[in-house]
């Protein structure tokens, strides 16, 4: 069974810094991407950013130039750093391991999200 289990969300003020974590465990072979989505109340689940297997990152718009996704593959694990945070970034922010290969196929797994609070 893969877990994703995501740390690192709060409160913070406006400008602020936080970083996300999230970990894979299981019987991981290989990840191909891992991202970070977040959904606001009211609106859709929408990608944050998101990085392949061979380091390649892709952002939203709404986020480029602030936020910075890297991975750890040794460690399975994905990161956020999000740098000059906006009340707008306020949302519940969840994981994703897309192609995760345990050697009974290939699926895709959710973490269970973090709570990520910017007061203005």
């Known amino acids: 069974q893969v877990q994703l289990v995501e740390s690192g969300g709060g409160l913070v003020q406006a400008g602020g810094s936080l970083r996300l974590s999230c970990a894979a465990s299981?019987?991981?072979?290989?990840?191909?991407?891992m991202g970070w989505h977040r959904q606001a109340p009211g609106k859709q689940r929408e990608l944050v950013a998101a990085?392949?297997?061979?380091?390649?990152?892709n952002y939203a718009d709404s986020v480029k130039g602030r936020f910075t996704i890297s991975r750890d593959n040794a460690k399975n694990t994905v990161y956020l750093q999000m740098n000059s945070l906006k009340p707008e970034d306020t949302a519940v922010y969840y994981c994703?391991?897309?192609?995760?290969?345990?050697?009974?196929?290939?699926?895709?797994?959710w973490g269970q999200g973090t709570q990520v609070t910017v007061s203005s």
């Open positions: 994703n391991a897309d192609g995760v290969w345990t050697g009974r196929g290939k699926n895709d797994y």
């Open positions: 299981g019987s991981i072979l290989s990840i191909n991407a």
């Open positions: 990085i392949t297997s061979g380091y390649r990152p």
